[in-house]
């Protein structure tokens, strides 16, 4: 999955020093029709959901632990007698469906770009030109990742945090007994408050007396939208980070939306009249260059492990209970001359660019998969920055194909990252990998169809671009600024920006440096720059769930670990669902917009 952190929610012993829990019974069929069925459902309301998410608080929380207790309710409701290797089917899916949707925020960047008044950008996409879009690249992307499982599950055994999550909340929800049954009851707890709060502060609704955010401060503190979002979502998101990127989020979000504001009205670089929107097209540039510049420092430490893993790919052995490579390079072949068909047709991209942007996926892919498995983080959208400025080279001052290349090369990448991801929570308790691809091939048009028809309606009825827009989608915010610095040139930049980003880049850099030696006490650059992102009132309560998290675990901690996981993706899955069913109830006419 895409994440913004660079750590586990908490210390976790990887799985290849300790004993399977449970070999799976001989004769056992995972991939039932009722597991598969299951799956597509999940896939769909992770599919429609997880846009919501990305776009409100600029990264996604730990999704594949949110499917499996989905996948555990799914099949608890109607059969008592499912399994753990059923329900990673279905956690399978649904994180394919989920991670296919992360791609939204370029639908989203779009949108900003047409909206844009320095630059002439019209692309945009229908719900049918997005949705074979993402099913190629989405497919590829799985396709591509099948070889890369012998080198970094069997042989480098990589930890994949959220992998390993996913994995012990499989095995947890199929003790039968009482946890498993608390458990699901603090999901279902978790849910139904987080919706109840959505309810009370959506201006959809009717219930409009319950005010969304509470602003706290100076007027311009205000302006800046210095204040308390009331979401339990953002708190739920907070308890699975951890405290210590919680905490550099919390400073990021202090020198974004305190110190910036005041500082750049200081200097002249604000006007008194500013909106929220002037304060984030500064703030983006040092935090941009604090997200790209890190995540390449992380993978330069990594050089010499990143060789070896170009080598060992070369000679990697896959076993009979793989998908066959075979079908591999066939479904590679088909998927990639698909992708090349319909972004010359659908979209206008030269054949040979959509060839290149396939080509530089490997590599990203392979950097994505390695700095995801040791770190926790999905490096994915700041390489993406970094295919920007190499297709700005390529097609200079042609911002359609700028978008649609890079976005091209991050949607493979990206999907690679979520099979990953439950190769490792499979490799726990012995699933097939071969039906957890098949069921990823299956769930990936899932995804891509709930984004393609979800993500208009969100945008609608919450508003992507604007002063205030309900879903701020930070990253797109980033994608977008950087096409219009390659379609202008450094003049574009606003004043004092260039030094901004040359400064943020050198933190980011030294940082990430000692971040590699001294993780417990030096701020993460990732968590610094993707707050200065996203809105202050978002990252507070982010911050307040992990403190609460905190207190819990130091006053009870067996209870914990044993709800505070089940907890969270209650209060993440409420608002989310939520989120998605207003759109479809004002669509119906149900209520007024």
């Given at each position: 999955?895409?994440?913004?952190?660079?750590?586990a929610a908490?210390?976790?012993?990887?799985?290849?020093l300790?004993p399977?829990?449970?070999?799976?019974?001989?004769?056992l069929?995972e991939?039932?029709?009722r597991?598969?069925?299951?799956?597509?459902?999940?896939?769909?309301?992770?599919?429609a959901?997880?846009?919501?998410?990305v776009?409100?608080?600029?990264?996604?929380?730990?999704?594949?632990v949110v499917?499996?207790?989905?996948?555990?309710?799914?099949?608890?409701?109607v059969?008592?007698?499912?399994n753990?290797w059923?329900n990673?089917?279905?956690?399978?899916?649904?994180t394919?469906g989920a991670?296919?949707?992360f791609m939204?925020v370029?639908?989203?960047?779009?949108?900003?770009?047409?909206?844009?008044?320095?630059?002439?950008f019209?692309q945009?996409?229908?719900?049918?030109?997005?949705?074979a879009?993402?099913t190629a690249a989405?497919l590829?992307?799985?396709?591509l990742?099948v070889?890369?499982?012998?080198?970094f599950?069997?042989?480098?055994k990589?930890?994949?945090?959220?992998g390993?999550?996913?994995?012990e909340?499989?095995?947890?929800?199929?003790?039968?007994g009482?946890?498993?049954?608390?458990a699901?009851?603090a999901?279902g707890l978790?849910a139904?408050?987080?919706?109840?709060?959505?309810?009370m502060t959506e201006d959809a609704?009717?219930?409009?007396w319950?005010?969304?955010?509470?602003v706290?401060?100076?007027?311009?503190?205000?302006?800046?939208?210095?204040?308390?979002n009331w979401s339990?979502l953002?708190?739920?998101s907070?308890?699975?980070?951890?405290?210590?990127?919680?905490a550099?989020?919390l400073?990021?979000?202090v020198l974004g939306w305190?110190?910036?504001?005041y500082?750049?009205?200081?200097y002249g670089?604000l006007?008194?009249?500013?909106?929220?929107?002037d304060?984030?097209f500064?703030?983006m540039?040092?935090?941009?260059?604090?997200?790209?510049?890190?995540g390449l420092?992380?993978?330069?430490?990594?050089?010499?492990?990143?060789?070896?893993t170009?080598r060992?790919?070369a000679?990697?052995?896959?076993?009979?209970?793989?998908?066959p490579?075979?079908?591999?390079?066939?479904g590679?072949a088909?998927?990639?001359?698909?992708?090349?068909?319909?972004?010359?047709v659908?979209?206008?991209l030269?054949v040979?660019?959509?060839?290149?942007?396939i080509?530089?996926?490997?590599?990203?892919?392979?950097?994505?998969l390695?700095?995801l498995?040791e770190?926790?983080?999905g490096p994915?959208?700041a390489m993406?920055?970094?295919?920007?400025?190499?297709?700005?080279?390529?097609?200079?001052?042609?911002?359609a194909a700028?978008?649609?290349?890079?976005?091209?090369?991050?949607t493979?990448?990206?999907e690679?990252?979520?099979l990953?991801q439950?190769?490792r929570a499979?490799?726990?308790?012995?699933s097939?990998?071969?039906?957890?691809t098949?069921?990823?091939?299956?769930a990936?048009p899932?995804?891509?169809?709930a984004?393609?028809?979800?993500?208009?309606?969100?945008?609608?009825?919450?508003g992507?671009?604007?002063?205030?827009?309900g879903l701020?989608?930070?990253?797109?915010?980033?994608?977008?600024?950087?096409?219009?610095i390659?379609?202008?040139?450094?003049?574009?930049?606003?004043?004092?920006?260039?030094?901004?980003?040359?400064i943020g880049?050198?933190?980011?850099?030294i940082?990430?440096?000692l971040?590699?030696k001294?993780?417990?006490?030096?701020?993460?650059?990732?968590?610094i720059g993707?707050?200065?992102?996203?809105p202050?009132?978002?990252?507070?309560?982010?911050?307040?769930?992990?403190?609460a998290d905190?207190?819990?675990?130091?006053?009870?901690?067996?209870?914990?670990e044993?709800?505070?996981?089940?907890?969270?993706?209650?209060?993440i899955?409420?608002?989310a669902?939520?989120?998605?069913?207003?759109?479809l109830?004002?669509?119906?006419?149900?209520?007024?917009?």
């Amino acid at each position: 999955m895409q994440r913004a952190t660079a750590e586990a929610a908490s210390p976790i012993i990887p799985p290849h020093l300790r004993p399977p829990a449970v070999v799976k019974p001989a004769g056992l069929h995972e991939f039932s029709l009722r597991a598969i069925l299951c799956g597509l459902a999940v896939a769909a309301v992770m599919g429609a959901s997880y846009p919501y998410i990305v776009l409100k608080l600029g990264f996604g929380p730990n999704v594949s632990v949110v499917a499996a207790f989905l996948g555990y309710l799914a099949l608890g409701i109607v059969f008592t007698n499912y399994n753990r290797w059923e329900n990673n089917i279905v956690q399978t899916a649904g994180t394919a469906g989920a991670q296919t949707a992360f791609m939204c925020v370029l639908l989203a960047a779009f949108d900003m770009l047409a909206a844009s008044p320095t630059v002439s950008f019209s692309q945009t996409l229908t719900p049918l030109q997005s949705f074979a879009w993402l099913t190629a690249a989405g497919l590829l992307g799985v396709l591509l990742a099948v070889p890369m499982r012998q080198h970094f599950i069997v042989d480098e055994k990589l930890p994949y945090p959220d992998g390993v999550a996913a994995g012990e909340t499989l095995i947890v929800l199929d003790g039968h007994g009482s946890e498993a049954r608390q458990a699901a009851v603090a999901l279902g707890l978790g849910a139904i408050a987080s919706a109840a709060v959505m309810l009370m502060t959506e201006d959809a609704l009717v219930l409009r007396w319950f005010p969304s955010v509470m602003v706290v401060g100076t007027a311009v503190m205000a302006t800046a939208g210095v204040g308390v979002n009331w979401s339990l979502l953002a708190a739920g998101s907070g308890m699975i980070v951890g405290f210590r990127i919680n905490a550099s989020m919390l400073l990021g979000t202090v020198l974004g939306w305190i110190v910036a504001p005041y500082a750049l009205l200081r200097y002249g670089v604000l006007a008194p009249t500013f909106v929220r929107n002037d304060v984030l097209f500064w703030v983006m540039w040092p935090a941009t260059g604090m997200l790209v510049a890190g995540g390449l420092a992380a993978l330069f430490l990594r050089w010499s492990i990143l060789v070896t893993t170009f080598r060992n790919l070369a000679t990697a052995n896959v076993g009979a209970h793989d998908f066959p490579l075979k079908w591999v390079g066939a479904g590679v072949a088909v998927t990639g001359v698909a992708l090349v068909i319909i972004q010359k047709v659908s979209l206008g991209l030269d054949v040979w660019m959509t060839i290149v942007a396939i080509l530089l996926s490997l590599p990203l892919m392979l950097v994505g998969l390695r700095v995801l498995g040791e770190t926790n983080w999905g490096p994915i959208s700041a390489m993406s920055n970094l295919m920007q400025g190499v297709f700005g080279v390529l097609a200079p001052g042609h911002i359609a194909a700028n978008m649609l290349a890079s976005g091209t090369t991050g949607t493979i990448a990206v999907e690679s990252e979520a099979l990953m991801q439950d190769y490792r929570a499979g490799e726990m308790i012995g699933s097939s990998p071969k039906y957890l691809t098949i069921m990823q091939l299956m769930a990936t048009p899932v995804g891509a169809a709930a984004v393609s028809w979800m993500y208009p309606l969100l945008r609608d009825t919450y508003g992507i671009v604007g002063a205030n827009p309900g879903l701020s989608s930070p990253i797109s915010r980033k994608w977008a600024g950087f096409a219009e610095i390659l379609s202008r040139g450094l003049s574009a930049l606003p004043p004092g920006a260039l030094p901004a980003l040359v400064i943020g880049s050198i933190l980011g850099v030294i940082l990430t440096v000692l971040e590699t030696k001294h993780a417990k006490w030096v701020p993460s650059p990732t968590g610094i720059g993707i707050a200065m992102l996203v809105p202050f009132s978002v990252i507070v309560v982010m911050f307040l769930g992990s403190v609460a998290d905190r207190i819990w675990h130091r006053t009870h901690a067996r209870s914990n670990e044993l709800y505070m996981v089940p907890l969270a993706s209650g209060l993440i899955a409420g608002e989310a669902l939520i989120a998605v069913i207003i759109p479809l109830v004002v669509v119906l006419g149900l209520v007024g917009p």
